[in-house]
């Protein structure tokens, strides 16, 4: 139990382009999922939590209008990588949380490469 | 500010030896602790947790992690190393019951020779 999966799981685009990653709870229900944003050879850093029906929290220094989150249902939430760039290119990786005290199940994340 | 600091970037054991992934935290108040394995390319998989029971945690494929107060210290070790373990460690913190913010260290590589 508690499968998160990601899509795509690997995206190439051009500069300038928008990026759509969607984060699913498989087999529970979510209503707080988080995005993490990782550098090849770092730690995670978390981006925003995203909170079904309401609008996303977002880490300090992490740009709102560039990082749109939205968790429209229980099993679904959608980051969207808005007017890419180079700098952008990252590992990109949520988790879900399917209850209290369960701790966060984290999907496989999506590699984003900006051209 | 909450922190979690992992000793050494890279760990190398032979197989059949014994693995020590160190951990510390930075607070005066017991947070959650947490271990997670990420192999390349991959999300991050939990391994064990503490939340203030059993000091002593026991997790998957064999690995497990000493909650150690004193030391404010959360290793985490395995008897005997295998092939398939060479991977990414991640040690991470949590202050809320609800383990919604996770702080993670930098990460340890392990890297097992035969």
Redesign the interface.
């Known amino acids: 139990g508690a499968v998160v999966s990601q899509h795509p799981s690997w995206v190439i685009c051009k500069s300038g382009t928008s990026v759509k990653i969607e984060c699913r709870s498989l087999d529970f229900q979510a209503t707080t999922m988080f995005w993490y944003r990782q550098f090849p050879k770092q730690s995670l850093m978390l981006m925003a939590t995203s909170n079904e029906g309401s609008k996303a929290t977002y880490e300090q220094g992490v740009e709102k209008d560039k990082f749109l989150i939205n968790h429209a249902s229980l099993t679904l939430s959608t980051l969207t990588v808005t007017s890419a760039h180079p700098e952008d290119s990252s590992f990109y990786i949520c988790s879900a949380i399917p209850g209290l005290a369960s701790g966060q199940f984290f999907g496989p994340g999506t590699r984003l490469t900006v051209l | 500010a909450q922190s979690v600091t992992q000793l050494g970037s890279h760990v190398s054991v032979s197989e059949g030896a014994l693995v020590l992934l160190r951990c510390n935290y930075s607070s005066s108040v017991p947070p959650y602790l947490?271990w997670?394995v990420q192999y390349p390319?991959?999300?991050?998989?939990?391994l064990l947790?503490y939340?203030s029971a059993a000091t002593l945690v026991k997790g998957i494929n064999g690995f497990e992690a000493e909650f150690k107060k004193s030391e404010t210290s959360f290793h985490l070790t395995k008897p005997s190393a295998h092939m398939s373990d060479a991977a990414e460690y991640?040690c991470a913190v949590s202050y809320n019951?609800?383990?919604?913010?996770?702080v993670?260290?930098?990460?340890t590589r392990l890297l097992v020779s035969p």
């Open positions: 947490f997670y390319n991959q999300g991050l998989q939990l947790k939340t991640f019951t609800g383990f919604q913010k996770l993670f260290g930098t990460g």
